[in-house]
């Protein structure tokens, strides 16, 4: 079952996630600021691969735990939502991270990384499709840094099932976490990312990819 939604959201992305849809909609979307509950910001899924950073607030801190050490080393408090028709996007926070992975994850960040310990950015975000009626989303198709950095969706080292179907009033909570590179020799003091178009069951286009700019430092 995971692998024929696997399949359905790598097809999803491909059509919504064309490069003509990119060159044609890359304008950044106003957002519609909104107040976030301190309860709110509580549950987010613990990852299997990655260590837990939610008690990391000031640059500096650490916590280590069985799958290894993270360190916070920048955070942005983004509290913002976005309106893409049906679907309502909010961005919590961004976090940059540096992280040792426990030698027995080492097998899993190996197709992304071959460092054994890196610097990451970590975008905890709310999905809530409105309608009562399926929706196609991805919060994150394409990932740009202000060093350069590239990457797509299929990149995410979370792996948290936020693209593809949001079945009618469903709300998605989760995180995506993008490996950067050589953040010592250039600041990164913004990141982009790019959503999908949305779309409905009949893979008719509702709304049109956007592109959000979110300041770090």
Known sequence: MKQIMFI???VFLLAGCSLSSIQSNSKAEQPHEKKISEAEHDAYYNSPQVTDDSTLQRPGQSFTDEKGEA??????QVNKTYHFGDIEYT???VKLLHYRPDYSLIDYFHPLTEAEEFDFIKISVDIKNL?????????VALFETNTGVKADWNQDMYLEHLNGVLEGDEVKRGSLGFIVKDTKSQKIDWIKVLTSDVYNVKQERLEEAQTIQIPIS
Not at 71 to 76: R, Y
Not at 131 to 139: D, H, L, V, Y
């Open 71 to 76: 360190t916070l080393k920048a955070m942005k």
């Open 131 to 139: 309608s009562k009626e399926k929706r196609q989303f991805a919060p």
């Open 8 to 10: 359905f959201s790598f």
């Open 91 to 93: 961005i919590r926070e």
